[in-house]
C-alpha cells in the first residue's frame, strides 16, 4: 500500500470519528466545517470571549476528550471547551446565561478580566 493511500484511509479515519463524535453529542448547529487542505471542524462561540462578535474555535480528533469532559461539566458545554483551550474566562455579560454553579468551571479557565469596551457587565 502506498503512503499516499495510508494517509488517507488516516485522514477518513479521522474524519469519521468526528462525525461520529458530532452525531453522538447531537452538535448539529454547534460544529461547523470548511474544507482547507482537508477538513476542518470548529465550534460556535461567538459573543463568549467579547461582545457582538463573531468568533470559533478549531477541534480536532485531539481535543474531543476536553470536549466530552466540557459536555459533562456544563451544560454551555461547548462554550465551557472553548474557554478551557483558550485558557480564558468569557466576557462578564455571558456569565448571566449560565447557572451561577456552573460560574466555578469558567472561572478555572484564566484569569479575571476587567470590564470595558468589550467586556461590559461585572460579574458578581
Not at 470536549?67 to 451544560?75: M, P, Q, R, T
Amino acid at each position: 500500500m502506498g503512503k499516499d493511500k495510508i494517509f488517507m484511509e488516516m485522514e477518513n479515519l479521522k474524519l469519521e470519528k468526528m462525525m461520529r463524535f458530532i452525531e453522538e453529542k447531537n452538535l448539529f448547529g454547534k460544529v461547523t466545517w470548511k474544507f482547507d487542505n482537508g477538513v476542518k471542524f470548529f465550534v460556535n462561540c461567538d459573543n463568549v470571549f467579547w461582545y457582538a462578535t463573531a468568533d470559533s474555535e478549531e477541534i480536532d480528533e485531539y481535543d474531543l476528550e476536553l470536549l466530552k469532559k466540557s459536555l459533562e461539566d456544563s451544560k454551555n458545554g461547548v462554550e465551557l471547551f472553548c474557554a478551557r483551550k483558550r485558557k480564558m474566562r468569557p466576557q462578564g455579560k455571558f456569565y448571566i446565561l449560565i447557572p451561577q454553579e456552573e460560574h466555578k468551571f469558567f472561572d478555572a479557565c484564566g484569569k479575571y478580566r476587567a470590564t470595558g469596551h468589550r467586556n461590559p457587565v461585572e460579574v458578581k
